[in-house]
């Protein structure tokens, strides 16, 4: 910020600044009306529970072991924490930057069965105070900490609270170096500027030893993302909350003011337009009864042939338990698929190594929290008409309870797919004509971490499939740039982007999901299988044929060998089997990994944010279970070296065959924009299957009943006529 004199008038601004400037946290809660309060009840909403959201939830109690923590168990929490001896003198309460479900024992919560009393209640919180980090079991009915692990710093840090956000962000907007220079660009500190917090990665030993965040800001708009303040910097002690560091680079780059980003209806509806965008609005009808149940408690949902549990959760976002399948013709018995299956990180770097944006290499779920920025679904164009919604139960920064409504749906769908047909050729002398129609049930949060919105579907099928599905919207995170068009730019510079819009480069930038994924096939025995499919030739005059295709199968004994990159000309299967569940056929119950789409990490393997999110490096990895491995960027990833990690674990090599596993599979995006992803993105999406696989008999919907006109009476509307 040197070379550029500060006008007078400037102090005046100065002191207003502080107060007025609107600190929106760009990745974390758009903290626009309430700065007092994040919890966000969104009271009077489309809920239906009309601010009676935490009423409600005042008298309900868990039911479930793995039912999260309920309002009264956080309240409880947070007085068993209150009078620890280490939290009880004033001013030594910790800020809680998690609180959630400790779950029971696997073999506890497999031994459960309903109406049985449950297992003691217990949390995880990991609260931070005077450079430490605590981490800390809670037992609710004891009222007990059960251990108390402090870590001194560096060890990478919890993700931040929402306070701490909004006051290191505060404190860059009050700089100032920083009123100057959004004043040198034209805008009116006190009122056009709304800045944001970014977290910060970790790029080494200046960043050591101190909690530290970056600040950006923008030219206030309602897409104000399409309008950076390009090349303002801000470092922040998050402890502190001192500035660091305020460096500008972005002088002589216009701030872009494009009037056509605002993306609302409102603002859309106004724009005259000769195409027709618009088609009769759709819906799907169910006859009769849903065919979902949910259980006592609300988490346990019961639909087709599954059962499955399910709960958001602050940090995965939404958290899908104890999936079983009723087995057609095991006499009604229930048999074990997954355990549990989440989003456990997700990592988006950005590809400019420019000073703005080298840092910005985002792990959402560790450094944000999924969960957290996941806001209420807006019913009937999030999720459709029949569905169920579930609220959360968070903790706020003080350790008090608040309710955040409608976080997760769930909904039977019917998507105009098939489940299985036939139509045989009247050649054959027969006329056999047979379709059924595919219905699913799918289990859906969308986490909005800033810019980008996530939606994440667990979707179950009749036949035992699960297809998991991730879905990208949002606005770009984009630079300003001084060009107007292409032509402009100098031979040989790097825009690292595409021109979207006028001076707005969309940067390139990637996103993998990595999920976590406990594998329980008819219990938790299991083991890994890679099914390669290899090119074999054929002997000297064995076959006109000179080659086939011919099925390998590797049980995976260690972690060395279940870590797989994937490759199109060297594919496998990856089978998750119980060796002894055996059909009668001598084959294993399995169900296989299938991915779809997906894209591997092309930055060195020595690049810092590629160590620190090195559970990239692999498409695939298997794990032996262990109850503290459930984060691949490690519990604490903020700021984290990249020595505790999935990768990290996974070094030791540990035997994984016929033991209880964990499949981690990691989903990945190269997204290079274009200029249809502006002013904001139309969806994009990949999906990965966890498909059955000698796990029935046969075909487990061989019975279901085609549908009729008498089944699906025209409720409403009319028919489509040619
Ligand atoms: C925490 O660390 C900061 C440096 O980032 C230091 O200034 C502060 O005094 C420390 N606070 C405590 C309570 O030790
Ligand atoms: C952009 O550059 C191209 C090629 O030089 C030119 O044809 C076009 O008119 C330019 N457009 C604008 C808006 O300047
Ligand atoms: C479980 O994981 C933690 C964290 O990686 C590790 O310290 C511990 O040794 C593991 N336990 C076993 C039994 O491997
Ligand atoms: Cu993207």
Redesign the pocket.
Known sequence: MEGFPSPKHLLLLLFTAALLLVSLSLRSFPTIRSLSSHRYSFRGGSTGTDGSGETLHVHKNPYHPLDPLTYNEIKAIRSILASHPDFASPNTFPSIHSLSLLEPEKAVVLAWRPGDTLPPRRALVVAYSANHTHVLPVDIASRSVLRHVVRARPAGYPSLTPEEMERATKAAAAHPDVINAVFYRGLNPSSGVVCGPLASGWYGPEEENRRVIKVQCYAKSPNFYMSPVEGLTVTVDVDTGGVIRVSDQGLGIPVPRNRDTDYRYESQRRIPTTEAVAVNPMSMEQAGKPSMRVGAGGHAVQWAGWEVHIRPDARAGMVVSRARFRDPEGGGAWRDVMYKGMVSELFVPYMDPGEGWYFKTYMDAGEYGMGTNAFPLLRLNDCPRNAIYMDAVFAAADGTPFVRPDVVCVFERYEGDVAWRHTENPVSGYDIREARPKVTLVARMVASVGNYDYTVDWEFQMDGLIRVKVSLSGMLMVKATRY?????VPEGEDLYGTLVA?NIVGVVHDHFVTFYLDMDVDGPSNSFVKVHMETQETAPGESPRKSYMKVVREVARTEEDAKVKLKLYDPSEFHVVNPSRLSKLGNPSGYKLVPGATAASLLDLDDPPQKRAAFTNNQIWVTPYNRSEEWAGGLLAYQSHGDDNLAVWSKRDRKIENKDIVLWYTMGFHHVPCQEDYPIMPTVFSTFDLKPVNFFRINPIIRAAPYTEEDLPVCNGVHATL
């Open positions: 107007g068009n292409l032509s402009q006028d």
